[in-house]
T-cell receptor
Framework: GIQVEQSPPDLILQEGANSTLRCNFS?????LQWFHQNPWGQLINLFY???GTKQNGRLSATTVATERYSLLYISSSQTTDSGVYFC????????????FGPGTRLSVLP | NAGVTQTPKFRVLKTGQSMTLLCAQD?????MYWYRQDPGMGLRLIHY???????AKGEVPDGYNVSRLKKQNFLLGLESAAPSQTSVYFC??????????????FGPGTRLTVT
């Protein structure tokens, strides 16, 4: 099955800094989502982005499907950005078999 | 809309006991999923359902059963709990939007401890 890697595994930033999180996958995908798991455990949708670029406020994401990676950019980080960021992929697009990466744990210090 | 809700939020079981976790969604989604999350790891798919009355196995189905008798509910059962099933369980739902996307929306999770 498809393998998903995320880097870095841990990241510590000062408030106001920018960061880039990476998701690599071993095969072509038709479905890719980024999630933020906050310190209380809630999983929040950030982006659905199987290809191309999207932006939402201070966050943006880019997926280069042909090279099998996706990037999540966080600009002007805030303490509320702390938590774990996951990417989840699906090889086909039937909404049936999502594979999650191990996550990147982000800590933003005041 | 409440979105996706899960009951209970916390539970402690003894080895060999049984229990059922309930997931409910009010978004009229066709698809529903159960995942488990172990410390320091991503989520792993246990079972999923693509519609009322249907279920299918995911990556880690052993030791669990599911039922989808109503479109809005998806139940996860543990017939004989084992310590290896200590985990946080998440339910999610999705439905194909225009363009064929399947964005998943998650419940708050159930923390289960088996002693």
């Amino acid at each position: 099955g498809i393998q998903v890697e995320q880097s870095p595994p841990d990241l510590i930033l000062q408030e106001g800094a920018n960061s880039t999180l990476r998701c690599n996958f071993s095969d072509s995908v038709n479905n890719l989502q980024w999630f933020h798991q906050n310190p209380w455990g809630q999983l929040i949708n950030l982006f659905y982005i199987p290809s191309g670029t999207k932006q939402n406020g201070r966050l943006s994401a880019t997926t280069v499907a042909t090279e099998r990676y996706s990037l999540l950019y966080i600009s002007s980080s805030q303490t509320t950005d702390s938590g774990v960021y996951f990417c989840a992929v699906e090889e086909d697009n039937y909404g049936q078999n999502f594979v999650f990466g191990p996550g990147t744990r982000l800590s933003v210090l005041p | 809309n409440a979105g996706v809700t899960q009951t209970p939020k916390f539970r402690v079981l003894k080895t060999g006991q049984s229990m059922t976790l309930l997931c409910a969604q009010d978004m009229n989604h066709e698809y529903m999923y159960w995942y488990r999350q172990d410390p320091g790891m991503g989520l792993r798919l246990i079972h999923y359902s693509v519609g009322e009355g249907t279920t299918a196995k995911g990556e880690v189905p052993d030791g669990y059963n599911v039922s989808r008798l109503k479109k809005q509910n998806f139940l996860l059962g543990l017939e004989s709990a084992a310590p290896s099933q200590t985990s946080v369980y998440f339910c999610a739902s999705s439905s194909p939007a225009s363009g064929g996307t399947y964005e998943q929306y998650f419940g708050p999770g159930t923390r289960l401890t088996v002693t």
